[in-house]
């Protein structure tokens, strides 16, 4: 069975500072997506970046960058220049990507974000 | 931009009541799913809809839980029988899969308190 695995349950950073939150996975599998969430204390889930396995190049969304390792079943999210609005709990996700499946997102435990001022 | 509503924010019902929880899934969306995410702890998968049927559920989704699409617009999840332990947020989920499009969107939520 396919696991997630996120060891730090809660970390802090300077504003305008970069922060790498960690995330491992288990999987026999060779084709799937990996997401970061952001769930804010209004506690809606936003996407925050997607990574499809197949792909060796690692996905950018303006300051959210993601180091994706798939030897070591590693896809940290790294956030440069943090913001008072990046404060939120960010959740690791897979999905498996063949056709049989209807998607269901395996979550992480979540980390949670504080930013200083 | 089109989103995921769901209704009632909040619900709070006694042990034992019967609960449906609404969702308004992304007009053109083809896959729906329930997650729900106990307070402190991380979103749990209940069970994933599509032609008008269950395609997977987890082992939380047991007899007590049910799905429906009633009117091509509306996904609804029944609580049968609540039980304290069901006290959470429900999410809805729902997703198209047009091309490499496979990104779930989800609704801001149902806070469901059984007392």
């Known amino acids: 069975a396919q696991t997630v695995t996120q060891s730090q349950p809660e970390m802090s950073v300077q504003e305008a500072e970069t922060v790498t939150l960690s995330c491992t996975y288990d999987?026999?599998?060779?084709?799937?997506?990996l997401f970061w969430y952001k769930q804010p204390p209004s506690r809606q889930m936003i996407l925050v970046i997607r990574?499809?396995?197949?792909?060796?190049q690692n996905a950018t969304e303006n300051r959210f960058s993601v180091n994706f390792q798939k030897a070591a079943k590693s896809f940290s999210l790294k956030i440069s220049d943090s913001q008072l609005g990046d404060a939120a709990m960010y959740f690791c996700?897979?999905?498996?990507?063949?056709?049989?499946?209807?998607?269901?997102?395996?979550f992480g435990k979540g980390t949670k974000l504080s930013v200083k001022p | 931009e089109p989103e995921v509503t769901q209704t009632p924010s909040h619900q709070v019902t006694q042990m034992g009541q019967e609960v449906i929880l609404r969702c308004v899934p992304i007009?053109?969306?083809?896959?729906f799913y329930w997650y729900r995410q106990i307070l402190g702890q991380k979103v749990e998968f209940l069970v994933s809809?599509?032609?008008?049927?269950?395609?997977?559920k987890s082992e939380i989704f047991d007899d007590q839980f049910s799905v429906e699409r009633p009117d091509g617009s509306n996904f609804t999840l029944k609580i049968r029988s609540t039980k304290l332990e069901d006290s959470a947020m429900y999410f809805c989920?729902?997703?198209?899969?047009?091309?490499?499009?496979?990104?779930?969107?989800f609704g801001p939520g149902t806070r469901l308190t059984v007392t």
């Open positions: 989920a729902s997703r198209t899969d047009r091309g490499l499009s496979y990104e779930q969107y």
């Open positions: 999987t026999s599998e060779s084709d799937y997506y």
């Open positions: 990574q499809e396995a197949y792909k060796q």
């Open positions: 996700a897979y999905r498996i990507s063949y056709g049989g499946s209807q998607g269901n997102l395996i």
């Open positions: 007009s053109n969306h083809l896959y």
């Open positions: 809809f599509y032609n008008n049927e269950i395609s997977e």
